[in-house]
């Protein structure tokens, strides 16, 4: 059977992108370890993990067969009065591997929902404690925090779609983007204006609301931890929360298990998504602490009101535990350096090139930020035709391989970025 790619041209939006006026699409029949197969016959690379998901590659026999298994007893049920051991076992697992504190779980539907939930609790919690009025949040420029509108509401306002729905979602304070970079000496007037926004606001704020380290999406900048370490007790000084939004960065992304460790903080509601099943199903987890819970539960409404139909799906849980399990069988500390070592290896040499700004590496991402936006539809084929599957965004042509990426694997993924580098712009990227 051949793929219809004009039905999926002509019927189905892909993510950011036009129905009218397309970029191609590549069909993809199977995939396994870090590898892609087209319908077109040729392998790819995977330089991506899928936005930072599937962590232990695809088709994994583990968790093939997790899914497998759960299949047999239960796809799904409702999880109003009803509870699992899938959901029980994972919720175990992350109140154990999560920064101290946090051991109130709610599970989600996606990172974006689990953004929503975060961003409820905090503005319950408040109401709980007879202060309506803090409602508002501070969110970092250059973050991104996902596309439901009040996740929307807290990405960057320039490069977070804001102008278009401007008259539709919440109005938040907005900070610098983190001015430290997480290989520069930390300068501690990097917190001026985010303490002084707390010290003009704080009644009306409910929360601070950031990705650890990483901003990811937003422009893949890595910041000082001691930044987030000052974000940390700056909260605790004006008494607004702090939302930990590690949905790209957990797991071992970064090098640590989760990025806040980095600085050695608990936030107040962390989010996880992304790696938690290794990129199989969709699901999140929005966890805070006994305080944030009781508060909520001892406020006006007496529960936390939100409920989503596939809450706690068994198969999501189930796949999220062998995922967990597997990071520690396969040691992904390990797994994590060595990429790190080899996208240093590979990506620093293309700092050369007079159109590359800057490379950066921390943990299994790596980053080559050119001074120009690259031509999508051009440098998509491009990298196809290489044996590789690398999507850049902007400005910023990135690496986030899955931990099982061998040393041959990183160095076909930048040796493809360099050949681009140089191909395509001999005038002035020599
Ligand atoms: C991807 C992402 C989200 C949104 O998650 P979805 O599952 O796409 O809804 C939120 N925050 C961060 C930091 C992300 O990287």
């Not at 409602?135 to 596309?147: F, T």
């Not at 790696?275 to 969709?282: D, F, H, N």
């Not at 520690?328 to 590359?356: A, G, M, R």
Request: aromatic share 10%; glycine share 6%.
């Amino acid at each position: 059977m051949s793929i219809d790619y004009q039905f999926d041209k002509n019927h189905i939006w892909h993510p950011y992108t036009s129905l009218t006026q397309p970029l191609p699409t590549y069909a993809v029949t199977h995939a396994t370890e870090n590898k892609l197969y087209l319908d077109s016959g040729e392998t790819l690379i995977d330089g991506m993990s899928s936005w930072w998901a599937a962590v232990h590659g695809y088709s994994h026999p583990k968790l093939n067969k997790a899914i497998e298994q759960q299949t047999q007893k239960m796809a799904h049920v409702m999880f109003g009065g009803i509870t699992h051991q899938p959901a029980i076992d994972l919720c175990k697992k992350l109140v154990e591997l999560t920064p101290a504190g946090l051991d109130k779980v709610f599970l989600a539907d996606s990172g974006s929902v689990s953004v929503e939930v975060a961003i409820k609790m905090a503005i319950q919690y408040w109401q709980s404690q007879n202060h309506p009025e803090k409602s508002k949040l501070i969110s970092l420029r250059n973050g991104y925090h996902g596309d439901t509108f009040a996740a929307m509401s807290v990405c960057d306002p320039v490069n977070g779609m804001h102008t278009l729905f401007n008259n539709v979602i919440q109005q938040h304070y907005f900070v610098e983007s983190p001015t430290v970079s997480f290989y520069q000496d930390y300068d501690s007037d990097a917190i001026i204006e985010i303490e002084s926004v707390l010290k003009q606001h704080s009644h009306e704020i409910a929360a601070i609301i950031l990705e650890p380290i990483v901003q990811g999406a937003g422009g893949m900048k890595f910041y000082h931890p001691l930044y987030l370490k000052a974000v940390r007790d700056l909260a605790d000084k004006y008494n607004v929360l702090l939302i930990a939004d590690e949905i790209a960065t957990g797991f071992g992304r970064t090098g640590k298990l989760f990025a806040c460790e980095w600085a050695g903080i608990s936030p107040d509601i962390i989010c996880l998504g992304k790696a938690l099943t290794g990129g199989y199903m969709t699901l999140a987890a929005t966890l805070t602490t006994d305080k944030i819970a009781n508060g909520i539960c001892n406020g006006q409404a007496g529960v936390f009101m939100h409920g989503p139909t596939f809450m706690g799906n068994p198969l999501a849980c189930a796949v999220a535990n062998a995922a967990i399990e597997l990071l520690f069988e396969n040691d992904w500390q390990s797994q994590v350096k060595q990429i790190e070592n080899w996208l240093n290896t590979y990506l620093s040499p293309l700092e050369k090139h007079t159109c590359v700004n800057n490379t950066r590496v921390l943990g299994a991402i790596g980053v080559v930020e050119l001074n120009e936006a690259v031509p999508m539809a051009e440098i998509q084929a491009f990298f196809v035709s290489q044996g590789v599957w690398i999507r850049p965004f902007g400005k910023l042509i990135y690496l986030m391989p899955p931990y099982i990426s061998q040393q041959e694997d990183i160095k076909t993924l930048a040796n493809a970025i360099d050949v681009w580098l140089i191909q395509n712009h001999a005038q002035n990227c020599g």
